[in-house]
């Protein structure tokens, strides 16, 4: 049986004998070594941390867990977030299982699919609201400060806490740090989380190195590379389509203390790495985490030295949350009659 986040790390995050140690079986995903790309990108070794493997698909759920864990020990009945999708699922899932009343706010243009099934399975009640997520976060910020409402978007430092627990999986998986972690990055708390597991766990003595934080935004919603506010942030990949980081300041102090870099990536090159996840690695991301693997490919076509690096790329979600981006590039199935000499025909078998 999976212990959950708060068991497992327990010494690392804030619990004391009031907060009940709650699970639905988040944490300790998979971290499987690249078939293929790591090859032909030549570095020493190539990992992917499989978050969609969590129970709501997502790494939210590590986070989630710790927030909603203080959320009840402190006497909430409601949680509150804006989610571009994958935030909203979680909150809804863990809200309902531990008796919280969930609302969400998400923008109207653009949650895939599958998450916003989720959040309506477990029942969340759900504001679809005609402005960005950065308009939904404002609004969630206001409202939480104006009724008895816990906010769990990571502005809730209990997120942050759980989240840098994926950190210690890897540290733990591989033995030390690996060189570079590469990590998509929209509201920046992720990146944040990771950069303050890998440093505590170095305090611990459990590393004896941290990694370059290598984060990366999408082209058209990439506030942090500019430098600037995206008041209109456009990309495919939806659950980063953000224009103004709550965690800016975190995700800065990553790269800068951990010698990274932020830097962006084409909707062209986060499809391009979204479809060799899937079709080289047998892994399908949701496409903001195939921005941690274009982010990669970018760097090695850019000349920085790989060689017997380590290297672990965040795959942060999965790809069923978002079935009409899988579609829509995918070439359509061959439609034919069920007749053995057309299919054998079409499959190139004879
Ligand atoms: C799959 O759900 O912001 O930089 O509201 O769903 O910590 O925001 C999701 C973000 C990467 C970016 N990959 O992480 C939300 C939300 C996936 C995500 C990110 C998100 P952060």
Redesign the pocket.
Known sequence: MKQGVLLRYRQFLPITPKTPMITLGEGDTPLVRSQRLEKEIGCGELYFKL?GCNPTG???DRGMVVAVAKAVEGGSRAIM??????????AAAYGARFGLETLVIVPRAGIALG?LAQALAYGAKIISIDGS?DDALSLVRALTQRYPITVV??INPHRIEG?KTAAFEIVDALGDAPDYLF???????????YWKGFLEYQRAGRSKSTPGMMGFQAEGAAPIVQGRVIEEPRTVAS??R?GN?A?WKG?VAARDESGGRIDSVSDEEILSAYRLLGSSEGIFG?P??A?SVAGLVKVARQGLELKGKKVVCII??SGL?DPDTAVEIAQPPAELPADIAAIEKSLGLV
Do not use: M, Y
């Open positions: 978050e997502s790494f939210k977030c804006a989610s571009t999708g994958n935030t909203s699922a979680s998450k997520f978007n990571s989240q990590i998509p990055v929209g509201n920046a708390g992720n990146i944040t989380a659950a980063i953000i980081p965690s995700a949701e903001a985490s921005a942060t979600g949350k």
